[in-house]
Structure formats: C-alpha cells, structure tokens
C-alpha cells in the first residue's frame, strides 16, 4: 500500500519570503500522480498544484511550484512571495494511476505566515 | 457553476442514533468519494462510488458504516448507532472521470459530533 510522509508538522515563514514544505512518498507503482492541497481554517479542501510522474518537469502554478524527484520519491512544495492568505493546512497526496483512484494524504504541514 | 455540495455542515448527534451525510457532486461529476479526517490528522480514504455501485470500499469500517449513490439525487454516507470515535470532519470529493489526471473537487465538509 501507498504512504505519504510528511515530516513537518509545522512550518512558519515570513511575509514575502519563501518556504519549502517536504514531502516524501512510498510506492511501487512507476505511474502515479501527486498534488498538494492547501486547508485554510474554513476547512475547504483546494487544489494548489498536481504533478504527473510521467512528467519530467515540474508543476508550476503561479507562486507555487514543486520539486518533483521520482527516484528519490520526493515531492516539495516551495511557495514563493509567502502572503498572509496561504496560512493554512497543506497536505500531499498520492493517486495511482487507474485502479481506485484514490486519494492517500500525508498528515499534513501548518504553515504560517508572519507579517 | 456549483461546486461539491454537502449538508449539512455541521451535525451533532447522541451516541446511538443515525447519521447521514449528504454530498451533491458537480455537475457533470460521476465519481464519489468519501474521506474522513480525525483532529489533527489528514483525509483518510472510505469508499469510491458511481452512480449505483460501489467501486472500492477498503477504507470503510465493516459495522456501521455504508455508503450509497443512487440514479437519482446525492450520495448519502450513513453511519449506524454513532459512537464518541465517529466525531470528525467527513469530506466528500467529486470528479468527471475515474482517471487520475483528473482531479477531485471537495465539498467543505460534515463536521459531525457525538455527544
């Protein structure tokens, strides 16, 4: 079965600067997809970035971006230019490709973001 | 364009009685998932359906717990003679297609409560 790590419960960064959330993954499938949800304190669940494994190049979307290591099974988030609205729960999940489609998430991280 | 619906948002019941959870997926979604996240943990995978069957139900609990998506209306989630150990936030997710480049949209959620 898939598992998804994420060893940082907590991360803080201040406004404007960049941080980097981990993420590593455990699976022996060679095709799969990835993604980070961002949880806000309203609860919603939003999609902020998804990679494809197949893809060598990593996901970008806007201010946020990944660092996708297949081989190392690895999968950061950096967010750049930290604004006060991305404090929230950030979760990385994994979905396999075909079969049951669904999602397994890591514990997750709390980022906050200091003025 | 309506996004994932669920209701109601929040829900108290006595240890015992029913619960039932409902999640109206996008339009045009035919795939239902259920997930459950416990304080301070992430989304943990229930069950996966389309419309009238039940495609993966490893993550269901094998007493209590069932899951339907009937032809017409929204998915229903029941859990039976609730305990204090249901308390927790039950998302649903939706998506077009069961192919994993597609991602899933969630509702914001069911916190429930056991008194």
């Known amino acids: 079965a898939q598992t998804v790590t994420q060893s940082q419960p907590e991360m803080s960064v201040q406004e404007a600067e960049t941080v980097t959330l981990s993420c590593t993954y455990d699976?022996?499938?060679?095709?799969?997809?990835l993604f980070w949800y961002k949880q806000p304190p309203s609860r919603q669940m939003i999609l902020v970035i998804r990679?494809?494994?197949?893809?060598?190049q990593n996901a970008t979307e806007n201010r946020f971006s990944v660092n996708f290591q297949k081989a190392a099974k690895s999968f950061s988030l950096k967010i750049s230019d930290s604004q006060l609205g991305d404090a929230a729960m950030y979760f990385c999940a994994y979905r396999s490709r075909g079969g049951s489609e669904k999602l397994v998430f890591g514990k997750g991280t709390k980022l906050t973001v200091n003025p | 364009n309506a996004g994932v619906m669920q209701n109601p948002r929040h829900l108290v019941r006595r240890r015992g009685q029913e619960a039932r959870l409902r999640c109206s997926p996008m339009?045009?979604?035919?795939?239902v998932y259920w997930y459950r996240q416990l304080p301070e943990e992430g989304l943990k995978f229930m069950v996966y359906?389309?419309?009238?069957?039940?495609?993966?139900e490893s993550g269901m609990p094998k007493e209590r717990f069932s899951a339907e998506f009937p032809k017409e209306g929204p998915s229903i989630l029941r859990i039976q003679q609730v305990v204090r150990g249901d308390s927790a936030a039950y998302f649903c997710a939706s998506s077009p297609q069961g192919f994993g480049n597609q991602p899933q949209h969630f509702g914001d959620g069911t916190r429930l409560s056991i008194l």
């Open positions: 359906l389309q419309k009238e069957n039940i495609i993966d």
């Open positions: 339009k045009g979604h035919s795939h």
């Open positions: 990679q494809e494994a197949y893809k060598q």
């Open positions: 699976t022996s499938e060679s095709d799969y997809y």
